[in-house]
């Protein structure tokens, strides 16, 4: 049987790992911090394997550094002792909805995703603070006791999240801030396909540093470009300097420039018709004329006649034909060149829409004001709540063309800075026009509401409590609207410590505990569905699969997606119970060391698996 580790994965050892596999030779041993001998890499013969000229010492090279780069970098890839908890009393179709809101800090949110969404999500949007001097950001440390940590932040939110104030008073005004994302960036880049893609919305004060730390963690290669998107209507006149600041950027990356492209504008089917009944099909007229002068390109210069009356159209001698005599003549020929009925006109050529590779063509850099502005995204919010809870909320119709440009039907969409939830606004209402099946994640630090403020004042004490009330009236209505039978439900997870004992991680220390603690190494207040989501969490499995409990010989038994997983962690079950399980052949099983009497009723259990289900995992906590 395998003992689960319930952590999140240590990536620090999955990134070594990949290594080893291209250079076993800079791999060596080391000891850790409590004098055990582990892999480690000797990151000296590293350079020199990846250098074709000898190494020396440091030499500049092109980067962008700052105070806490390297401390971003371990953050990121250390594992943490904590899990997601269910709260079924805040969920909607808890049973069948696919959706999540998630509560907690996200950076420790994405790392116990990384098993369950690791190349499973297709497009990853967030508004991340736009570090303006008046917000707040996420202060990573996950070593400090609780006085140190108070001590160390001066502020922390209602689940002892670390927020920090970051004015422009700060000397490391941009060092925390990108301290703060990079990490979050890093991590979110694993969870994303092969064919997937990030936007990020962000304002001036940050964009080319958000460009930077992208491009180092996607690749500079993988950059798609610059969305700008008119974010005010109105001419802004506060501005001290005159300026008003009209625009906000949505940047774009991929995972891989070769497997990704944006959807484009669609190609409106109106502009063609077939009045001739050209057994082509519907067709419309395009230009033949070119771009290169008479001396430029000589040969596009000639002149075309109409096969019927012999009439003679010349070129511009500034333009020229699109194409050689040869081709023109063919196009003339198949009658694919339309002819104009006055002798000033000029002839075109006609595009079928048939033809088409795509219904889509490219789209501009430049947002219309089709996607909305910030007033927009205030007066949805305050449609469904009458009142001013957020500040600056994206507009639906804004996500909702970034989700059609970067996502297909039945996609899994995440935001791990949600805020306002525009997000899942968004994929709802996208979903009821085209009837798709698209997925959202979002997450949410549970932030306090200012006590002198509307929200606060209609009883709502944070932010994720405004977020799922959102949800929940977003979905009322475009029910009511559209009457569409998409999925308007979501389950609420929330980040908490692990459900193991400190015990079960130092097994070591056992002979210091106190005796009663010794008696189980699961904590008291913790339910069988919060063991089996932190199961689920380390064997990879999605945290919207299905869910059902049973009541097998008085002894609560999980399934998951079937049997894709089954658990029971009750203590002493009995070989009937277990009989029972293994007849369902489940892929993998999970048992509390507790369940078994002893070694003798353990080592029958496996026995038992062998003879009814030979190739059913065993996992025990």
């Given at each position: 049987m395998n003992k689960l580790t319930m952590k999140s994965v240590d990536l620090t050892q999955v990134n070594i790992d990949k290594i080893a596999e291209l250079f076993p030779n800079v791999i060596t041993e080391a000891r850790d911090e409590q004098g055990k001998i582990k892999r480690a890499v000797d990151f000296d013969l590293l350079k020199q394997e990846l250098s074709n000229v000898l190494i020396e010492g440091d030499k500049e090279r092109y980067q962008l550094t700052w105070p806490g780069k390297k401390e971003a970098i371990l953050t990121a890839n250390s594992s943490i002792d904590k899990t997601l908890r269910?709260?079924?009393?805040?969920?909607i179709d808890w049973d069948s909805t696919q959706n999540m809101?998630?509560?907690?800090?996200?950076?420790?949110?994405?790392?116990?995703?990384?098993?369950?969404?690791?190349?499973?999500?297709k497009?990853?949007?967030?508004?991340?603070?736009?570090?303006?001097?008046?917000?707040?950001?996420?202060?990573?440390n996950f070593n400090l006791s609780e006085d140190e940590y108070l001590e160390e932040s001066g502020q922390v939110d209602v689940e002892g999240n670390r927020l920090i104030s970051n004015p422009v008073t700060n000397g490391r005004f941009h060092s925390d801030w990108l301290t703060m994302m990079y990490s979050r960036l890093k991590v979110s880049r694993n969870l994303l396909k092969d064919d997937g893609v990030m936007f990020i919305s962000i304002d001036d004060n940050e964009v080319d540093n958000m460009k930077r730390i992208c491009s180092e963690i996607f690749g500079g290669q993988n950059f798609i470009g610059v969305f700008i998107w008119k974010s005010r209507q109105i001419v802004d006149s506060r501005n001290k300097t005159g300026l008003s600041n009209d625009h906000e950027y949505i940047l774009v990356f991929c995972k891989n420039i070769d497997k990704f492209r944006l959807t484009g504008k669609g190609i409106s089917e109106s502009k063609y018709s077939n009045p001739d009944n050209d057994p082509r099909?519907?067709?419309?007229?395009?230009?033949?004329?070119?771009?290169?002068?008479?001396?430029?390109r000589p040969n596009l210069h000639y002149p075309i006649f109409e096969p019927k009356s012999g009439r003679r159209f010349d070129p511009p001698e500034d333009s020229g034909w699109r194409y050689s005599k040869e081709t023109m003549q063919q196009k003339i020929d198949e009658g694919r060149i339309i002819f104009p009925s006055k002798d000033d006109g000029r002839p075109r050529e006609k595009k079928y829409i048939s033809e088409l590779e795509s219904m889509f063509t490219g789209i501009s850099s430049v947002l219309t004001e089709e996607v909305g502005f910030t007033l927009n995204g205030s007066r949805e919010v305050r449609a469904l709540f009458e009142g001013k809870y957020?500040?600056?909320?994206?507009?639906?119709?804004?996500?909702?063309?970034?989700?059609?440009?970067?996502?297909?039907?039945?996609?899994?969409?995440?935001?791990?800075f949600s805020g306002s939830a525009t997000t899942a606004h968004a994929v709802m209402q996208l979903n009821a026009e085209d009837r798709g099946n698209r997925k959202f994640i979002l997450v949410q630090l549970p932030e306090k509401i200012d006590e002198s403020s509307d929200a606060h004042k209609a009883g709502y004490k944070n932010i994720c409590e405004i977020g799922?009330?959102?949800?929940?009236?977003?979905?009322?209505?475009?029910?009511?609207?559209?009457?569409?039978?998409i999925d308007y439900g979501f389950r609420v997870y929330r980040v908490d410590s692990s459900n193991m004992k400190d015990v079960y991680y130092t097994p070591d220390k056992l002979g210091q505990m106190n005796l009663d603690d010794m008696a189980s190494n699961i904590k008291e207040d913790r339910t069988g569905e919060d063991l089996l989501i932190q199961v689920m969490l380390e064997c990879g499995l999605e945290l919207s699969l299905p869910m059902e409990s049973k009541e097998i010989e008085g002894k609560?038994?999980?399934?998951?997606a079937g049997n894709s997983l089954i658990a029971c962690f009750d203590d002493e079950v009995s070989e009937s119970v277990i009989k029972k399980i293994a007849e369902d052949q489940p892929l993998r099983v999970v048992f509390r060391d507790s369940s078994f009497r002893d070694d003798s009723a353990r080592i029958n259990v496996e026995e038992l698996f062998k003879l009814l289900s030979p190739s059913t995992e065993i996992q025990v906590l």
């Open positions: 269910p709260i079924k009393g805040d969920s809101y998630i509560e907690g800090d996200n950076l420790e949110v994405l790392k116990l995703l990384q098993e369950s969404y690791l190349n499973k999500v497009l990853i949007y967030i508004d991340p603070p736009y570090n303006t001097g008046n917000d707040f950001i996420y202060k990573d099909g519907p067709w419309m007229s395009n230009s033949i004329l070119g771009l290169a002068n008479s001396s430029q957020f500040d600056f909320p994206k507009p639906v119709s804004l996500v909702k063309s970034v989700l059609v440009q970067g996502s297909d039907q039945d996609s899994i969409i995440l935001d791990f799922k009330e959102r949800i929940r009236r977003a979905a009322k209505k475009i029910k009511e609207e559209t009457g569409a039978d609560t038994v999980h399934y998951v």
